[in-house]
């Protein structure tokens, strides 16, 4: 196998590999951002060896706030995937806030333990490594390296020191170098594998884990007629001498039976199948064109899940779940779910919400309605 990334990788990102990784990582992201806020201003106030123009140093602070709360709103698992204006805001923000903070200690800067934003737009690449792809962390990180040095080379050689401005400026880049490096790497490293193993399990397990689980439930309907119909008959077939005209119509009315369920299993949708192996004999699936067969083999996985997991609910009624598929457009299809839950907003949100992080990432159009006692979903999909 080769080295390289498969094709597609560079635009991927470990949030849409994982979602719910991304999801539980994500306190992390908002700790970092609470952190370089909190220590920016305790610098700023107690820890500044020029005096500076203090609105300049409040204005570094409220611009390093402004992009923490970018990243906390855009990096929400229910508005995955991260988008790049969010990216690109970020970095714009960490880059703006360096400048400020510069310019708001002008002078004889002597002590480098003070100048914050150096490391700040370091952890700011970090932040964001979960949820942008290898190549944008690469270019934001080299672009917030270059304002470092260009801010800090700059004071240095209006202000010179001991230290020459070259190696001035390289120390104030450096740290962000190195984790944007560290940040590159995990991302293109995260995605290629990723890509791997879900092309290996795309394409055998979750087709032959499909495929098994409708076989056995075609085989558990034949033998509920064979045990109820079939076997019952013929046992009293065999207590008789002679066979009769009600006999006779007797057994068309089951080989009737027998046709019609076999003519409904080869009509049903894989969806369908699932529906009822999740104990979901009560649901409505309302798919008369048999569109939901033009899934894939990702999205069918996800939305799989998302039916298991309603379905063996225990607040869940399955005679409340209702599933709707429609063409749109030409190519193009939209799904609806409604389920009835048992439940307040809270506990559905406390159930439910690791799914709807997946499915957000799978159908980026994800709309959710909670409401007490109902959830409502509704998304499209290219038909494959």
Do not use: C, K
């Not at 984790?179 to 397990?205: C, K, P």
């Not at 089951?254 to 009509?267: K, N, P, Y």
């Not at 309603?310 to 209702?322: I, K, N, Q």
């Amino acid at each position: 196998m080769s080295a390289r990334a498969p094709r597609g990788v560079q635009d991927r990102t470990a949030q849409q590999y994982d979602p719910l990784g991304a999801m539980g990582s994500r306190p992390l992201t908002v700790v970092l951002g609470a952190v370089g806020v909190v220590w920016a201003i305790s610098v700023s106030v107690f820890d500044r060896d020029v005096v500076g123009i203090p609105t300049l140093s409040a204005l570094a602070i409220l611009l390093l706030a402004a992009s923490t709360a970018v990243v906390f709103v855009a990096s929400s698992p229910f508005r995955a995937p991260f988008p790049r204006w969010a990216f690109v805001l970020h970095v714009g923000l960490l880059a703006l806030a360096t400048v400020a903070s510069v310019a708001a200690q002008w002078g004889p800067d002597r002590s480098a333990l003070n100048d914050f934003m150096s490391l700040l737009t370091a952890t700011g690449i970090v932040m964001v490594a979960p949820y942008r792809p290898w190549r944008d962390l690469v270019v934001g990180g080299v672009v917030l390296a270059v304002v470092d040095a260009a801010s800090w080379g700059g004071a240095a050689w209006v202000f010179p020191h001991a230290v020459p401005v070259t190696v001035a400026a390289f120390l104030a880049a450096a740290p962000t170098l190195v984790l944007t490096a560290a940040a590159g790497v995990f991302a293109w490293t995260f995605a290629g594998l990723a890509e791997r193993v879900q092309i290996r399990a795309g394409s055998y397990s979750v087709e032959r884990a499909e495929r098994d689980g409708i076989a056995e439930r075609v085989q558990q309907d034949r033998s509920v007629i064979l045990a109820r119909d079939v076997a019952p008959f013929f046992a009293e077939l065999r207590t008789r001498d002679t066979i009769t005209d009600a006999d006779r119509a007797r057994a068309r009315e089951i080989a009737d039976g027998i046709r019609r369920a076999m003519v409904a299993d080869a009509d049903r949708t894989w969806f369908e199948y699932a529906v009822l192996a999740e104990g979901g004999a009560g649901a409505t699936v309302d798919d008369p064109d048999g569109i939901i067969a033009t899934l894939d083999t990702d999205q069918r996985t996800v939305v799989r899940t998302f039916v298991r997991a309603a379905l063996g609910a225990s607040t869940v009624d399955p005679a409340g779940f209702r599933a709707t598929v429609r063409r749109t457009a030409e190519d193009r299809a939209e799904m609806a779910l409604e389920v009835a839950v048992a439940d307040s907003d809270v506990g559905i949100h406390r159930t439910f919400d690791p799914y709807f992080a997946v499915l957000r990432v799978t159908f980026p159009d994800l709309d959710v309605a909670v409401r007490p006692s109902s959830l409502a979903l509704r998304f499209s999909y290219d038909q494959h």
